[in-house]
């Protein structure tokens, strides 16, 4: 069993920056796709990024060229670089793993089978 811990969340104003990151322990062997997924109030959780253990990433929609996801495969943590940050950021966010075959994104919350316990960023106007 894996286990992912979140740091780095906090309040910040809208343009402002914060870096979050994820620390991985445990069964973490041949887990090759490490996600962010964020959940606002009353809203589903939704992909922020992924990478792969090779560091091929994949974005959301809403954070392109914005954010960047980045991993330290040698200390088992992986970033999550937000800039120009707005008040529609603000949310809860999470941490994922997956041991999934290479060749597509996976994207899906059911794809993911590790899960941190989330932190909260607030971005004010």
């Known amino acids: 069993q894996v286990q992912l811990v979140e740091s780095g969340g906090g309040l910040v104003q809208a343009g402002g920056s914060l870096r979050l990151s994820c620390a991985a322990s445990?069964?973490?062997?041949?887990?090759?796709?490490m996600g962010w997924y964020r959940q606002a109030p009353g809203k589903q959780r939704e992909l922020v990024a992924v990478?792969?253990?090779?560091?091929?990433?994949n974005y959301g929609q809403h954070v392109k060229g914005r954010f960047t996801i980045s991993r330290d495969n040698a200390k088992n943590l992986v970033y999550l670089q937000m800039n120009s940050l707005k008040p529609e950021d603000t949310a809860v966010y999470y941490c994922?793993?997956?041991?999934?075959?290479?060749?597509?994104?996976?994207?899906?919350?059911?794809?993911?089978?590790?899960w941190g316990q989330g932190t909260q960023v607030t971005v004010s106007s």
């Open positions: 994922a793993s997956a041991r999934r075959p290479y060749g597509r994104w996976y994207e899906s919350i059911s794809d993911y089978d590790g």
């Open positions: 445990g069964s973490i062997f041949s887990i090759n796709y």
């Open positions: 990478i792969t253990s090779g560091g091929t990433s």
